[in-house]
């Protein structure tokens, strides 16, 4: 299936195409029902996707499809966020469960049957550092895997550490297994980080990964404070749960937003070269080949680095749609 590329305008005119991509998808799926009960929505955070549930929860509350028959499971949450007890954690205002409430399930008149978010704030930091202190010289327990300064911590099964265990079966596995459950992802919206990262699948993690523990990239905790999240890099957390790129793109269709001049040079990675790790939705492009419905409805700054090379991306056999 060829990859689709739309270029808009600015951020309202991303926000009302990737909106409309969303809610004719789930329509179609409720019209049909394809063999499955619920519509599986997989859920980004971040500043982009903000007008895209707006819209969102608009065309639900207008009853344009049914909020009651959709599960949703997010990519990422953070660990390490303050607070003595998960409870607390998850109320912070930074934590990605408290942003879903305030930026779509809150605004929905009838909720979703169902709704998920990584239990990245079930983890207790002291603990999960004390135990990674404790094996750090035995590869056996777990391994930092990654090129860059953001790594995957790679637990190893059945290992002498409880915790670690506990964090690898019943919040990483168990993660997964919930969505298997359910059938599947059936759309999957993503953001763009900084250098082309997916969620919190960091660059330079192999490409290859499903559930993750991540210490974060120094350019993944700077954003957190320039995009306004945190005062200082001090407060912002330097770990967190995030689906890896294989279960991303396990979804049957995939829809990139993005916005802002920042994201510009990966975009143009993504697309324009090859598949790598150092660009993680680069993996879009293989995705695209093998089948999968891949998406990217991008703003006129994000799209900059494109707008004069539509030649070359049709030529890779890309769908380009330019709404300027």
Known sequence: MPMKIIITKDFDDMSATASEIVVDDIKQFQKTKQKKDNYILGLATGNTPTGLYKKLAKAANSNEFDPEAIVSFNLDEYIGLPG??????????????????????????????????????????????????????????????????????LIKPNGPSDYLNYINKEILDAYMDKIKKFGGIDLHIVGVGGRGHLAFHECGIPLDREALLVKLDDNTVGNAVVDGHFKEEIFAPKYAISMGAKAIYRAKTVLLVANGKRKSESIAASLLGDVTDKVPISMGQEYAKNGGNMIYVIEKEAASGLLNKFDELKRKGFEVVNKL
């Open 84 to 153: 003595d007890t998960s409870s607390e954690r998850v109320l912070h205002p930074e934590s990605y469960a408290f942003f879903m409430v305030q930026e779509l399930f809150g605004l929905l008149n009838k909720k979703f049957k169902k709704s998920y978010v990584p239990a990245g704030t079930e983890i207790d930091l002291n603990k999960l550092l004390a135990e990674l202190d404790k094996y750090k010289n035995d590869s056996s327990v777990y391994e930092f895997i990654g090129s860059d300064a953001g790594k995957q911590i």
